[in-house]
């Protein structure tokens, strides 16, 4: 089955800095890359996601990029700000099989932005 | 409703005893699934349901855990006999179809003692 390994498992930046979150993962056949933002006491929230036809994908102050060769993707969040702080997962699925649609996490990320 | 509710919020239950967690799905979602929390951990996967075919049942921990789902609507999960290892926050998330992203709700807090 699909693997997913997230790095760093923290991550504290100064207010403005830029953060970035990577993760691997394992079965070439995954096609899908959701990344999650979960703030205490709530369950996650769908922030960005990636297919694997495009290798970069922006939203704002957030951007995915992928590398399929590589089987890793990375979050990158710009001009970060104190309200980003959350526990951060990526995920990855297959495009078929039995396992399609069902989503691998990663361990997460705590991102802390201090003021 | 607009989001996918859970139900209770949270439940503190003696060991031994069997709980039942419930979930809404958004409406029209295909797709409902369940997931486990642990404190400070990831979220790892117990069971999944895609429209009427049969469940993945492959991420279930134990003959313990159970799950129903009603058609294309209100899920439970049921523990029993319940062990102070199965404390954790179980969310559920459901989505319009597979390899779509999933909206989760905000997850039932079990405690047990």
């Known amino acids: 089955g699909e693997n997913v390994e997230q790095h760093p498992s923290t991550l504290s930046v100064q207010e403005g800095d830029s953060a970035v979150i990577k993760c691997t993962y394992s079965d070439s056949a995954s096609n899908y890359f959701p990344w999650y933002k979960q703030e205490l006491g709530k369950g996650p929230q769908l922030i960005i996601d990636?297919?694997?036809?495009?290798g970069e994908k922006k939203d704002q102050r957030i951007a995915v990029t992928l590398n399929k060769t590589a089987k890793h993707f990375s979050l990158h969040i710009t001009e970060t700000q104190p309200e980003d702080s959350a526990v951060y997962f990526c995920?990855?699925?297959?495009?078929?099989?039995?396992?399609?649609?069902?989503?691998?996490f990663g361990q997460g990320t705590i991102l802390t932005v201090h003021p | 409703g607009a989001g996918v509710s859970q139900s209770p919020s949270n439940k503190v239950t003696e060991k031994g005893k069997d709980v039942e967690l419930r979930c809404d799905p958004i409406s029209g979602h295909t797709a409902l699934y369940w997931y486990r929390q642990r404190l400070g951990q990831g979220l790892e996967f117990l069971i999944y349901f895609q429209g009427n075919s049969a469940p993945d049942k492959s991420g279930l921990p134990s003959d313990r855990f159970s799950a129903e789902r009603t058609g294309e609507s209100v899920s439970t999960l049921t523990i029993q006999r319940t062990q102070q290892e199965d404390s954790a926050v179980y969310l559920c998330?459901?989505?319009?179809?597979?390899?779509?992203?999933?909206?989760f709700g905000s997850g039932t807090r079990l405690t047990v003692v």
């Open positions: 995920a990855a699925t297959p495009r078929g099989g039995t396992s399609y649609g069902k989503l691998t």
């Open positions: 990636i297919r694997s036809n495009v």
């Open positions: 998330a459901s989505s319009y179809g597979q390899g779509a992203g999933y909206t």
